[in-house]
């Protein structure tokens, strides 16, 4: 049983330890994905005055609409300016799709801490709770332990009363 309490003592301490560390690392995901968020914009802000120096009149880049925009305005760029043209578009188009695959890589990792967080809160917990019930788990062995002992004593009471009594009825 203590072999039991301390490898659980352990085990929480180690459980607790993990759950701090990914809290802390959480702490962190707003900010990362915010800032992610920004140089994205800035980005689309800087296709707009790229694309507007270039004498083009486009809606406002989006992260919701860049990719339609772009591919619609390279195939006009092409018809209109040539490929070298239309490829300099294209080239932007897929920097950005770069940038937001970089951002919705960072968003499914903070959320991917975000619920290691919450589970290794969850698995300290439970030892918390384990390391309880192997208290009394403990306790109660313990009682076992004492009750058994007075079993065995009245046992003995029981057999030697039960021998003077034969010998009583004997006599």
Excluded: H, W
């Excluded at 180690?14 to 995901?29: R, Y």
């Excluded at 120096?53 to 018809?79: C, F, H, M, R």
């Excluded at 309880?132 to 004593?153: C, E, F, I, P, V």
Aim: aromatic fraction near 2%; charged fraction near 15%.
């Amino acid at each position: 049983a203590v072999g039991l309490c301390n490898g659980i003592a352990q085990l929480s301490a180690g459980s607790n330890q993990l759950s701090e560390g990914l809290a802390e690392l959480d702490k962190n995901s707003e900010a990362l994905n915010q800032g992610a968020a920004q140089i994205f914009a800035s980005l689309l802000e800087q296709a707009d005055s790229q694309l507007a120096v270039q004498g083009l009149e486009l809606p406002k880049l989006t992260i919701e609409n860049y990719a339609t925009v772009l591919d619609s305005t390279a195939a006009q760029v092409e018809q209109a300016m040539g490929k070298d043209a239309a490829a300099r578009i294209t080239a932007v188009k897929v920097q950005l799709d770069e940038v937001k695959g970089f951002c919705n890589g960072l968003n499914a990792y903070t959320s991917g801490v975000s619920s290691a967080s919450a589970g290794a809160q969850n698995v300290y917990n439970g030892t918390v709770q384990l390391s309880q019930g192997a208290d009394k788990l403990k306790d109660g062995a313990s009682a076992l332990k004492s009750g058994t002992a007075s079993l065995s004593d009245g046992i003995i009471s029981l057999a030697n009363g039960s021998t003077q009594m034969s010998e009583g009825i004997s006599a």
